[in-house]
T-cell receptor
């Protein structure tokens, strides 16, 4: 099946620094990638939808200047958490799909971020 | 907008027993329905999905789900569980019409299935 990787798998950073998370589709071209955030014992909350070559669409309440998303190619999307604060600590998960609504989204293994 | 409710946060069951994980959804438009499984420290993996056609959908690992439009439900079932089925299960929906939310998934809160020997 299709494989999506994320890097790094976990990261610890100091408050005020920026962290970049990569999401790659390894064996297919992803026209759309999604970024989710998962708090402990809670469900996944969609943060933004990223289409290759265009600006990301952010969900209500998600700060676009805080969470910068770049989808430069059909196999790579990046999420940069700028000026991270402890409340940004979370599990960030990306997914990728090559089609529309009925197409399967393939999920990455997630990135655990801890901001001290 | 769509919403998904998974009625049980935790389901303990003994090995080889049957299990049902319940999922109800709310939507003003037609939806596609999905079940995903998340093993510890891993990403989500698709179990099965309903797009159209037969309301009984069979997925991987012996799981199946039945779409009930009148009850807006999509319950997941397995006739005999294994220890290896211990994981968290998420029900999700997406719109099957165009528009800005096309392709976006709305997840339920998750159900932790624990299979005991």
């Amino acid at each position: 099946g299709a494989v999506v990787s994320q890097h790094p798998s976990w990261v610890i950073c100091k408050s005020g620094t920026s962290v970049k998370i990569e999401c790659r589709s390894l064996d297919f071209q992803a026209t759309t990638m999604f970024w989710y955030r998962q708090f402990p014992k809670q469900s996944l909350m969609l943060m933004a939808t990223s289409n290759e070559g265009s600006k990301a669409t952010y969900e209500q309440g998600v700060e676009k200047d805080k969470f910068l998303i770049n989808h430069a190619s059909l196999t790579l999307s990046t999420l940069t958490v700028t000026s991270a604060h402890p409340e940004d600590s979370s599990f960030y998960i990306c997914s990728a799909t090559s089609g529309g609504a009925g197409e399967t989204q393939y999920f990455g293994p997630g990135t655990r971020l801890l901001v001290l | 907008a769509q919403s998904v409710t998974q009625l049980d946060s935790q389901v303990p069951v003994f090995e080889e027993a049957p299990v049902e994980l319940r999922c109800n959804y709310s939507s003003s438009v037609s939806v596609y329905l999905f079940w995903y499984v998340q093993y510890p420290n891993q990403g989500l993996q698709l179990l099965l999905k309903y797009l159209s056609g037969s309301t009984l959908v069979k997925g991987i690992n012996g799981f199946e789900a039945e779409f009930n439009k009148s009850q807006t439900s999509f319950h997941l079932r397995k006739p005999s569980v294994h220890i290896s089925d211990t994981a968290e299960y998420f029900c999700a929906v997406s719109r099957n019409a165009g528009g800005t939310s096309y392709g976006k998934l709305t997840f339920g809160q998750g159900t932790i299935l624990t299979v005991h020997p």
